[in-house]
């Protein structure tokens, strides 16, 4: 606690913005809006090493919180005080810090597999800032940070050489991701059927406890759709990333309306006849990625004569 309170100490308005601003560039569902930008506009199999290791890094991170449950650092010392602003966004317990796995997942994958310095130097600054705020905001412990960001750096390197060997030998890629899901599948049936103490199944924590249930269905119908949203595209769709500038704007924007609009939509019948935190999320993730990475992908036929002007 003495470096959070070394922090407390310097804290002011002007810092207490730009940390709440830049913290938002870790949140757990970010890397699925990235990956998915570099899937329809960058490259595929990049898209799917980001989410790959955004998705392994969440189910991971879960695990950890539901193993050892850990207070946020203004439950463990009453007397220490957090940027306010942040407090919304810091739910559940607290080891590791899941915004510093994401971001560093994230940011880091971006880092590794990018030539361009530009790139780099931003993603690698994102990489530092981001578990920086976390201290600075008074939501994390060194400890929460220091776990997360390692944990994040595995998964990054070990996916990238990976993912990079995919590229020559598409058979590696559905190996790939099916680890992930083998692991989420692991997760779920250890968050359901594991006896936790009495006390997370209390009052005042059982929506960390449910939360964490929801989180595990929801990444596991996710992957589910990475892998039929890649046969799909590999045997019939074959779209290609390449397109002007405008275009791929329509491509990133159209998508997400799609994944959006999807999402929602499907949420009132599917709940109406399966449970919302377990088959009703999955199935809804999993039709909604499936749209996503193999539908939508399909009007980019469309932009022939925009990819023809940039060539």
Request: net charge positive.
């Amino acid at each position: 606690m003495s470096v959070l309170y070394a922090l407390e100490g310097i804290r002011n308005p002007v810092l207490d913005f730009f940390f709440s601003i830049i913290t938002l560039l870790g949140e757990e569902t970010l890397f699925m809006a990235v990956g998915l930008t570099f899937y329809w506009c960058v490259n595929k199999i990049e898209g799917y090493y980001l989410l790959a290791v955004g998705g392994l890094g969440a189910i991971v991170n879960n695990f950890l919180k539901m193993i050892f449950t850990v207070p946020r650092p203004w439950v463990i010392d009453p007397d220490f005080t957090i940027v306010e602003a942040a407090r919304a966004g810091a739910t559940g317990y607290s080891f590791p810090s899941g915004h510093t796995q994401c971001s560093v997942g994230l940011y880091g994958g971006i880092a590794m597999w990018n030539k361009n310095k530009a790139v780099k130097i931003v993603a690698i600054v994102l990489c530092l800032l981001i578990p920086f705020s976390r201290l600075y905001l008074g939501v994390h412990t060194p400890l929460d940070v220091g776990v997360g960001f390692a944990i994040a750096v595995v998964f990054a390197v070990a996916g990238y050489f990976i993912f990079k060997k995919a590229e020559n030998n598409s058979k590696i890629l559905v190996p790939a991701i099916g680890v992930v899901i083998l692991v989420n599948i692991l997760y779920i049936l250890f968050v359901c059927f594991y006896r936790f103490p009495e006390s997370v199944y209390a009052a005042e924590n059982i929506k960390e406890y449910d939360g964490a249930v929801k989180n595990g269905f929801t990444l596991l119908g996710a992957a589910l759709g990475m892998i039929l949203a890649y046969v799909i595209d590999s045997k019939w769709v074959r779209f290609d990333t390449k397109a002007v500038w405008w275009a791929q704007i329509i491509k990133a924007v159209g998508g997400f309306a799609v994944l959006l609009i999807l999402k929602e939509l499907l949420k009132i019948p599917l709940n109406a006849i399966l449970d919302e935190n377990t088959w009703g999320t999955l199935l809804r993730y999993f039709i909604t990625v499936t749209v996503a990475g193999a539908a939508w992908p399909m009007v980019f036929r469309f932009f022939p004569k925009a990819k023809a002007e940039k060539e």
